[in-house]
């Protein structure tokens, strides 16, 4: 069973730059096979895809809104996936989830297709 677990996040000022960090776990499992990425919730709102990497981590792509601003990348010795975040609004608020999908294809983790969650961490952006 894979298990995902995130760290970092916090408050930070508008702006500022943050950081969210998963790592993911699983007996017997291999996730440099696995894409990985990012969603968010913001409070009344559905959850959305912000980044996600290839398992190579050659490819990203990110949503609109992180596009120019945020920075996936991951560690496969570790596995882990980083989200950076700069130049934050206060409208980036929201809890952030990581998400891992075994089929390989960013597309699939982007439609949340068999996504595997993590618990959620909260970033807020203080005005």
């Known amino acids: 069973q894979v298990h995902l677990v995130e760290s970092g996040g916090g408050l930070v000022q508008t702006g500022g730059s943050l950081g969210v960090s998963c790592t993911a776990s699983g007996p017997g499992q291999d996730f440099s096979d696995y894409v990985m990425g990012w969603f968010r919730q913001a409070p009344g709102k559905e959850r959305v895809w912000v980044a996600a990497?290839?398992?190579?981590?050659?490819?990203?792509i990110y949503s609109d809104s992180a596009k120019g601003r945020f920075t996936i990348s991951r560690d496969n010795a570790k596995n882990m996936v980083h989200l950076q975040m700069n130049s934050l609004k206060p409208e980036d608020t929201a809890v952030y989830f990581c998400a891992v999908q075994k089929t390989g294809v960013l597309n699939d983790l982007i439609t949340g297709r068999d996504v595997i969650w993590g618990q959620g961490i909260q970033v807020t952006v203080a005005s």
């Open positions: 990497t290839s398992w190579s981590g050659r490819n990203s």
